[in-house]
């Protein structure tokens, strides 16, 4: 199998499905001639055409407005938004129109679009090239939210993307782009979308967490096995729709979660994991549910030890998991 | 164009007036759940629109859309049922007065996000070319949607990929209170085509056939490949923003309803007609007669339709079903 990185794997993955089924088109500022600002795209518009892998105008509500009415009527859009950070312009289309259309035509029309972009920070992209905005979108019913957090599942939840009949939000972590290498499979493969995987098994306790952090999890937690403190770690891929049974097995099974996040706490996606454990799971629980989670500060700040004392690192998680195992 | 096609015309113009007024009724009776935004008034621009295009070509329509797909032909019996929220409506009671959304005539979608449709039509238009057929997108929007980023970022794409796209602004002169004139910076809506190298062309939206043949030639245009146009239609709504919603405000003069009214193309219409020797005074009879027998049967269809069961509010989330819906 080959060895690829988080961002070859999601080309390999555009490219396989391109090659299946001709309606599959992307845009994008920048995607076609330099192939994305990261190359996500590159070689793609040599391969598939200018019709296909098209260089769009600055204009992120145009952008995906026009894959919703390209979706509604045949075609299978994946449009490029160059940053996360730059997709609030396309919020409006996004929530009024993609995710309101099939329920608002009460099934006649339906919108099979993802909408692709990097997320995170930890690459000094400061304010507004660094944003976790995937709770935004997680909150929105209609709507998909995918957030790989290693290769494989990157192709094959992408290819679960686009076979989808219903709006996804795929958020790739661009500190994962070059830094994230794994096994990837050259044929075509599905995950499913909104099924959480046990990326290690363990006893003492259990972090929730997805993207970027999933890597970052399984370091801490190699790192506290030295120690004697065994961690499972749940990656949830999909933020919505979340995967409660999953969440609710690992907490029954070691009865303290440690939920990690790097996008900031408040109202954020671990504050509903840590409802629905709530709900569900209190009396087995062993202690308080954790979360370590970016700062609620506006966004990512610039000079390097700020932008570390934002970032969630393994050290900190480690350090998090072995209090919580203290408990 | 044949007499018949005027007669259509005039017959399609009929159904929104009557179709309008009866909704108007329903709200004072509360029969109507919410409110009702009218085309009386604009049905002339509607009609001459619609019928520039085929039943097939795609459809973008805004809150105030009652007359969209009554033009292009829908069957009122399904959009009667969808105002008062019956299960026969056209989206099952989902949608409502400001998203009568019907796929049958071409619809893509209404939205009362004021401009939000602009890029979706380009998009769908894409599709069509990308899909190797003539399709052309036909997209009404009000004058309060041309200020909107949507309208200006939708132009520029449906421009530079030569989408067939007719984008029809139905300047009725007021954003619900606020007149088009002092905060729209050019003297003619169509004037904003300039600024994307597209036609731009203003027409009396109260002559049917004005629209119709400025409509026929945007829609060849798209045809042929040559792109987008940007068509202004003035016209004037007679009622208030919304049915049911009381404005207080004093924003209209009686002078300037008066002079609109004197021009409503009920009227001016169906005189061109017998003017034109297109049809007798009696032969019209018989349509205003069949068309108020129509709408009196969409009513009684609608009022006589069941409510959906309350379990259909938690569905057609997703393709397949999703839980936590509730």
């Known amino acids: 199998?080959?060895?690829?990185?988080?961002?070859?794997?999601?080309?390999?993955?555009?490219?396989?499905?391109?090659?299946?089924?001709?309606?599959?088109?992307?845009?994008?500022?920048?995607?076609?001639?330099?192939?994305?600002?990261?190359?996500?795209?590159?070689?793609?518009?040599?391969?598939?055409?200018?019709?296909?892998?098209?260089?769009?105008?600055?204009?992120?509500?145009?952008?995906?407005?026009?894959?919703?009415?390209?979706?509604?009527?045949?075609?299978?859009?994946?449009?490029?938004?160059?940053?996360?950070?730059?997709?609030?312009?396309?919020?409006?289309?996004?929530?009024e129109e993609a995710a309101r259309m099939r329920y608002r035509s009460n099934n006649d029309f339906h919108v099979p679009l993802v909408i692709r972009a990097p997320i995170g920070g930890g690459i000094h992209g400061a304010l507004y090239h660094s944003q976790s905005v995937e709770a935004f979108f997680a909150h929105v019913p209609g709507l998909k939210v995918v957030v790989p957090g290693t290769p494989y599942d990157a192709k094959g939840l992408l290819a679960a993307a686009i076979a989808d009949e219903d709006p996804v939000l795929f958020f790739e972590h661009k500190a994962a782009y070059r830094s994230l290498r794994g096994e990837v499979p050259e044929e075509r493969y599905l995950i499913p979308i909104g099924k959480a995987d046990v990326k290690r098994e363990g006893q003492d306790l259990s972090i929730i967490t997805y993207s970027l952090m999933v890597s970052y999890a399984l370091r801490a937690a190699e790192a506290l096995a030295q120690e004697g403190?065994?961690?499972?770690?749940?990656?949830?891929?999909t933020v919505r729709p979340l995967d409660r049974q999953a969440i609710l097995e690992t907490a029954k099974k070691t009865g303290k979660v440690l939920i990690v996040h790097e996008d900031n706490k408040t109202g954020g996606i671990g504050a509903e994991v840590s409802a629905i454990l709530a709900e569900e799971v209190l009396f087995y629980l062993d202690a308080p549910i954790r979360r370590l989670c970016g700062p609620d500060v506006p966004a990512m700040p610039y000079s390097p030890p700020l932008e570390h004392a934002f970032m969630i690192t393994p050290e900190k998680i480690a350090q998090a998991a072995r209090e919580l195992a203290r408990f | 164009m044949t007499p018949d096609f005027l007669l259509e015309m005039y017959r399609r113009i009929l159904r929104i007036r009557y179709f309008d007024e009866a909704a108007?009724?329903?709200?004072?009776?509360?029969?109507?759940?919410?409110?009702?935004?009218?085309?009386?008034?604009?049905?002339?621009?509607?009609?001459?629109?619609?019928?520039?295009?085929?039943?097939?070509?795609?459809?973008?329509?805004?809150?105030?859309?009652?007359?969209?797909?009554?033009?292009?032909?829908?069957?009122?019996?399904?959009?009667m049922a969808e105002l008062l929220g019956k299960v026969t409506g056209v989206n099952r009671g989902k949608g409502g007065s400001m998203h009568l959304a019907d796929f049958s005539v071409g619809s893509v979608g209404e939205t009362s996000i004021v401009g939000s449709g602009v890029p979706v039509a380009a998009g769908a238009a894409l599709a069509a070319r990308m899909l190797g057929t003539d399709r052309v997108c036909l997209c009404f929007f009000g004058d309060g949607a041309t200020n909107e980023g949507a309208f200006h970022e939708g132009l520029n794409l449906a421009a530079i990929w030569k989408l067939p796209v007719i984008y029809l602004c139905e300047n009725n002169q007021?954003?619900?209170?606020?007149?088009?004139?002092?905060?729209?910076?050019?003297?003619?809506?169509?004037?904003?085509?300039?600024?994307?190298?597209?036609?731009?062309?203003?027409?009396?939206?109260?002559?049917?056939?004005?629209?119709?043949?400025?409509?026929?030639?945007?829609?060849?245009?798209?045809?042929?490949?040559?792109?987008?146009?940007?068509?202004e239609?003035?016209?004037?709504?007679?009622?208030?923003?919304?049915?049911?919603?009381?404005?207080?405000?004093?924003?209209?003069?009686?002078?300037?309803v008066a002079a609109w009214k004197a021009r409503d193309p009920v009227v001016t219409f169906r005189q061109r007609l017998i003017q034109e020797g297109v049809a007798t005074p009696e032969a019209l009879d018989q349509v205003v007669a069949a068309v108020r027998a129509e709408v009196a049967e969409a009513v009684a269809y609608a009022r006589s339709s069941p409510y959906p069961d309350p379990e259909e509010a938690f569905t057609g989330v997703y393709s397949t079903p999703v839980g936590g819906v509730r």
Not at chain 1, 28 to 54: N, S
Not at chain 2, 237 to 253: D, N, S
């Open chain 2, 174 to 231: 007021y954003a619900v209170t606020t007149p088009a004139a002092e905060v729209v910076a050019v003297r003619n809506i169509a004037d904003r085509a300039r600024a994307y190298d597209i036609p731009g062309v203003v027409v009396d939206g109260q002559d049917p056939v004005a629209v119709y043949e400025v409509v026929s030639e945007a829609v060849q245009r798209a045809r042929q490949g040559l792109g987008p146009s940007l068509i």
């Open chain 1, 229 to 237: 403190i065994s961690v499972e770690v749940l990656d949830l891929r």
């Open chain 1, 1 to 95: 199998m080959a060895v690829m990185t988080y961002l070859e794997a999601i080309r390999a993955g555009l490219r396989q499905e391109m090659q299946r089924d001709p309606r599959i088109v992307i845009w994008g500022e920048d995607v076609g001639v330099r192939g994305g600002v990261f190359r996500v795209t590159e070689g793609l518009q040599q391969e598939f055409g200018e019709d296909r892998v098209i260089d769009s105008p600055l204009a992120e509500g145009a952008i995906v407005g026009v894959a919703i009415g390209a979706a509604i009527n045949g075609l299978r859009p994946i449009p490029e938004i160059q940053f996360g950070d730059f997709i609030f312009p396309a919020m409006n289309q996004i929530v």
């Open chain 2, 233 to 256: 239609a003035k016209t004037y709504r007679y009622l208030e923003h919304a049915e049911g919603l009381p404005i207080a405000a004093q924003y209209r003069t009686a002078e300037e």
């Open chain 2, 24 to 79: 108007v009724e329903l709200v004072r009776q509360g029969e109507l759940p919410g409110v009702a935004h009218t085309t009386i008034g604009q049905e002339a621009e509607v009609v001459g629109a619609c019928m520039a295009v085929r039943v097939d070509d795609y459809m973008v329509g805004n809150h105030r859309s009652h007359g969209h797909p009554i033009g292009k032909g829908a069957d009122m019996k399904r959009l």
